[in-house]
């Protein structure tokens, strides 16, 4: 009998902080690993827009992602999937 194979698994953490500075909300720190990715199609926009992505596409049984926003005072952001 042959054994079958593990199915593959997906794995990603993704965190993105700003806080008020300058008279406008600016990135303070942006980490991405695994498949979780944040994108934000306007640089400048405020409030910060932030696009959060799954690069294996959707999810299954034993998938793991962990996302992590931080929004400081005064601070706003638009965060969408």
Request: aromatic letters at 4%; proline letters at 5%; hydrophobic letters at 40%.
């Amino acid at each position: 009998m042959t054994s079958v194979p593990p199915a593959q698994r997906v794995a990603g953490v993704a965190r993105l902080a700003c806080d008020w500075n300058g008279g406008r909300t600016r990135l303070r720190r942006l980490y991405q690993d695994g498949s979780a990715k944040i994108r934000m199609p306007a640089v400048s926009a405020d409030p910060l827009e932030a696009v959060l992505i799954n690069t294996a596409g959707g999810l299954t049984g034993g998938d793991r992602l962990a996302w992590e926003v931080d929004v400081g005072a005064g601070a706003s952001a638009t965060i969408t999937t």
